[in-house]
Nanobody
């Protein structure tokens, strides 16, 4: 079992920045991909960004150029630096940890961007 634990959500004005962190705890061997998803009210959960152990990244088009995902393999941490935030970025952000045969979700952290 892996337990992802998120930190760093909150309320920020449009144009501001926030940094999310996620610590993968438990049986952390063989973690492949770590990523961030988000779910806004009334919408489906969507990929924001993910990163492999080798550092390859993937971003949703809506956040390219504004968000940066990074990872510390030694600490089993993944980060999401969110810049130039917009009201439409408001959502619950979830950390996702993928192993070869399973994946795990954090409890989510609320990000609210006011206009």
């Amino acid at each position: 079992q892996v337990q992802p634990v998120e930190f760093g959500g909150g309320l920020v004005q449009a144009g501001g920045s926030l940094r999310l962190s996620c610590a993968a705890r438990g049986s952390i061997s063989s973690i492949n991909v770590m990523g961030w998803y988000r779910q806004a009210p009334g919408k489906q959960r969507e990929l924001v960004a993910d990163i492999t152990g080798g550092g390859s990244t993937d971003y949703a088009d809506s956040v390219k150029g504004r968000f940066i995902i990074s990872r510390d393999n030694a600490k089993n941490m993944v980060y999401l630096q969110m810049n130039s935030l917009k009201p439409e970025d408001t959502a619950v952000y979830y950390c996702n940890v993928v192993r070869p045969r399973d994946d795990y979700w954090g409890q989510g952290t609320q990000v609210t961007v006011s206009s």
